[in-house]
C-alpha cells in the first residue's frame, strides 16, 4: 500500500535522449538584412498648388511662398500650435520644370514633418483655400502620403533630388 501512495503522489516526467541532436533553428542567408521599422519618426508628402479658376494667376511657387502658404492653411486650422509644427520643405517643382519633363501643370512642392503631427497637417492642408491678396487664390491637393520617402517616389526616390 505504501508503494502505492508513492506512485500516486509523484510526478512522472519523460525521459529524453541526451545523446540525440537538439534541433537548431534555420540559418538565414547570412548575406540578408531584415528590421522592422516599427515608429518611423517622419511623415512625407506631396503637395500640388491649384490655383482657382477665377482667382488672378499666381507667382511660380519658391521656398518662401510655400512656407508662407503652409504656415497660413496651419495657422487657420489649428491656430498657435499650428504654427509650431516644424516643416521641412524638401524640394520644390514649378511648372515649367515638371511640364518639360511631362509630368504636371501645377506647381508641386514636397515637405516632411513629424510622424505624430502629419494627421493634423493632412487636415489643415486639405481645407485651406487662401493665396494671393483676395484670400481665394489657391489651395493644396496632397497628392501623396506616406512614412517613407522612398516609397513615396516609387522606391528609387531619385526624383526627389533631380534639378
Known sequence: MADASKQAGSTQTPVTNPGAPKRKAPEANPNTIHFTSRNPPWTYLKLQLIPQPDAPALQPLDELSA????????????????????????????????????????????????RDDGAAVVAAISSWIGGSGSGSGAAWRICAKGNFLGALVAGSGQDLFVP
Open 67 to 114: 512656407r508662407t502658404y503652409l504656415s497660413s492653411a496651419l495657422s487657420q486650422f489649428l491656430g498657435l500650435t499650428g504654427t509650431a509644427i516644424p516643416i521641412d520643405i524638401l524640394k520644390v517643382e514649378n511648372r515649367d520644370r515638371a511640364a518639360s519633363n511631362g509630368s504636371n501643370k501645377y506647381d508641386s512642392v514636397w515637405i516632411r514633418v513629424p
